[in-house]
């Protein structure tokens, strides 16, 4: 599963702008100037931090209900929404080397006709995985 929403606590601060926190995750938190650029960064750090148990194998748990979320005095739950498969495709996109095995005719034939083989393995995979 890549697409989550889980329940953050916004809390206004003093000299404005928000803190926010998502109490299901763990160092799960950030900040934001105002309302927009905190959905922003939640967001982020949301995408950020379960990408970080998908990678570990860790089991992501179930977002709260908003209402068994207690609140402090002034204090507000918004859902954020992220996509960890868009976030991989932006921030884990660093090249990795594969050896594969091919017949040497259908190799002969490609590099005659000049084709990328890493290009028409990526849009291959992608196709497979249905990307």
């Known amino acids: 599963m890549s697409k989550y929403a889980y329940p953050a606590i916004f809390t206004p601060e003093d000299e404005g702008g928000f803190s926010i926190r998502f109490p299901d995750l763990e160092d799960c938190y950030t900040c934001g100037d105002d309302i927009v ?3 922003i960064m939640a967001e982020d750090v ?3 931090v379960l990408y970080g148990y998908e990678k570990d194998g860790r089991d992501i748990p179930l977002p709260s209900k908003e ?3 207690p609140l402090k005095n002034g204090e507000f739950v918004n859902y954020v929404a992220c996509d960890t498969l868009e976030y991989r495709k932006i921030y884990s996109n660093k090249a990795v080397k ?3 095995t091919i017949p040497e005719w259908l190799n002969e034939a490609a590099t005659a006709m000049g084709l990328n083989f890493s290009q028409i393995l990526q849009e291959a995979l992608m196709s497979k995985i249905q990307l």
């Open 37 to 39: 650029d905190g959905l």
């Open 46 to 48: 949301l995408a950020l």
């Open 67 to 69: 209402t068994d979320i």
């Open 98 to 100: 594969k050896t594969l």
